[in-house]
């Protein structure tokens, strides 16, 4: 490991969620660390430590096809220089104590992972590689042109000799571009094509590979061609089907190519993840105010769906994704968080709600997955509607059950009757049941009594009127079906914790 070199991390951990987690637990390259790819057990991480060359590696103990103590033992064997750190919950001082006798360095227990201490163990570990101490970020002048490009996108200040700079871009304007070649299909598609529909008369051109298939390029001319270079920049695609092609504006030093990456081209390239159809991207092509979404009501949501009014509440949800596809300045990790969450808290809800949810739960994995893998924000949205459509198919049967269909009709009944003076035996009346036959159907296919039941609905809508409208309190208990103030008020404390009153107050203040 050079003096100016990042210090790489490879995750090994066969849970999605705990290996986004740690990634954005820290900004890494401003701490001098650059993850460079991730495993879900042992066998990949193997295979990826030839291909990424790491310098420390993070893997979870217990993992399916090669665990964390077998792949300490051949990374030991193997690679001796890399420096491992070790995942494990409370119950696995076994095989920790195990790894350590094969050289790990130090171990992290899940439960108290956080940013600090997750920090504080990565520089334990950098300072036993050798030339990371002392890392400095200023650089020294003596970089070639392609060396000091490339650490000015990474975020370093670097000093290069001005005569070297001029003679290298001798013209008074630049351009920042990035071309993204992942959606690219033909395979005889090089640098050298690249470099070749770059070119222009009168313009100097520099071409970084950032990444296998994203390339980023400086382009210097003189201002008054600034117009033809952007048209020549736009025909690129018929040349080079499916190339993406992202501008800065123009710029006049050298100098400022870390500050336009950063600033310009870096949110531009993010914003591309909710626009995938635009090949050519310049910032003009954005509102300079993006679209406000609204917070996504989960207590609406939540209320719908345990209700068992599904269809209300995920159109709701799609309604709301396509809304949220909009904001594209939203950070691509909390956009596909928020899908994520949503699939998670359906799969949650209809467990809860006594669904069979084993088919489910395979799709659960595989949607969370394809999300947080996706490319745009079309793949994520589309996902999430596949995932409904398979809950569609998961209820399906229990909803078209007699005594499903019959529980909803009763629950539908109280939401649309709960203010009228109802009672057991007249609501039993209603569907010619027997009373005391409705009282025990109602708790075994509901989990609640009728009466805590009717309770719990009339105190949700009594909320609803105590912070939405100024009508005096001892008027809304009559509203919501209690003609006895006293018994009102005994019920909403019971069921909210505090008085009506006081509600009002901490929900108004």
């Known amino acids: 490991m050079t003096e100016n070199e990042f210090c790489r991390i490879l995750i090994v951990d066969d849970e999605v969620l705990i290996r986004q987690g740690i990634k954005y637990y820290l900004n890494w ?18 295979e990826l430590i030839e291909e990424t060359d790491p310098h420390i590696v993070i893997t979870d103990i217990v993992m399916p096809i090669m665990d964390g103590e077998e792949l300490t033992k051949e990374i030991k064997i193997k690679y001796p220089n890399i420096e491992i750190l070790i995942l494990s919950s409370f119950g696995e001082y076994d095989y920790v104590r195990s790894t350590f006798q094969s050289g790990v360095v130090d171990y992290i227990l899940k439960p108290k992972l956080d940013a600090q201490g997750l920090l504080a163990v990565l520089k334990r570990a950098q300072e036993k590689i050798p030339l990371s101490k002392n890392k400095k970020k200023v650089l020294d002048v003596d970089l070639s042109i392609g060396q000091a490009i490339e650490k000015q996108i990474k975020g370093y200040e670097v000093g290069v000799d001005e005569e070297l700079t001029l003679n290298t871009f001798p013209y008074d304007s630049f351009f920042l571009v990035a071309i993204d070649l992942k959606s690219v299909t033909a395979d005889d598609v090089t640098l050298e094509t690249i470099d070749r529909n770059l070119k222009l008369n009168l313009t100097k051109t520099f071409l970084y590979q950032q990444e296998q298939s994203n390339y980023v390029a400086i382009l210097n001319f003189n201002k008054e061609y600034e117009p ?16 993406a092609i992202v501008l800065s504006d123009v710029f006049s030093t050298f100098n400022e190519i870390g500050k336009v990456y950063k600033e310009e081209l870096q949110p531009m390239l993010q914003y591309r993840f909710y626009f995938p159809e635009k090949s050519f991207v310049q910032n003009s ?3 300079k105010e993006p679209p406000y979404c609204d917070p996504f009501n989960l207590d609406r949501f939540t209320e719908d769906f345990t209700r068992g009014r599904f ?3 995920l159109t709701y949800v799609r309604e709301y994704a396509k809304i949220y596809s909009a904001c594209y300045t939203t950070d691509i990790a909390e956009f596909k968080s928020f899908f994520g969450n949503i699939i998670f808290n359906i799969s949650i809800l209809l467990e809860n709600m006594e669904y069979d949810v084993k088919e489910l739960e395979s799709v659960k994995y595989d949607s969370l997955q394809f999300i947080e893998e996706a490319n745009t924000a079309t793949e994520v949205v ?9 809950f569609y198919k998961c209820i399906e049967q229990k909803r078209n059950s007699p005594s499903q269909s019959n529980m909803k009709k009763l629950l539908d009944y109280i939401q649309n009757h709960y203010a009228e003076p109802l009672t057991l035996t007249g609501v039993a009346t209603h569907f010619h049941f027997n009373p005391s036959y409705l009282s025990n159907y109602f708790s075994v296919h509901n989990k609640e009594g009728f009466i805590e039941y009717l309770n719990k609905i009339r105190v949700e809508e009594a909320t609803k009127l105590l912070v939405q409208s100024d009508v005096p309190i001892s008027e809304i208990g009559p509203m919501v079906g209690y003609s006895d103030h006293s018994y009102f008020s005994k019920m909403f404390k019971k069921i909210k914790g505090m008085s009506p009153s006081q509600y009002r107050r901490k929900t108004t203040s």
């Open 29 to 46: 390259e401003e701490e001098g660390f650059q993850i460079v790819g991730e495993a879900s057990n042992g066998k990949e991480a193997l």
């Open 228 to 243: 033809e270079v952007i048209n020549r920049l736009s025909q690129i695609e018929k040349t080079i089907p499916q190339v």
């Open 285 to 287: 092509d954005f509102p």
């Open 311 to 313: 269809d209300l509440a």
């Open 382 to 390: 589309k996902q999430l509607h596949t995932f409904i459509d398979e």
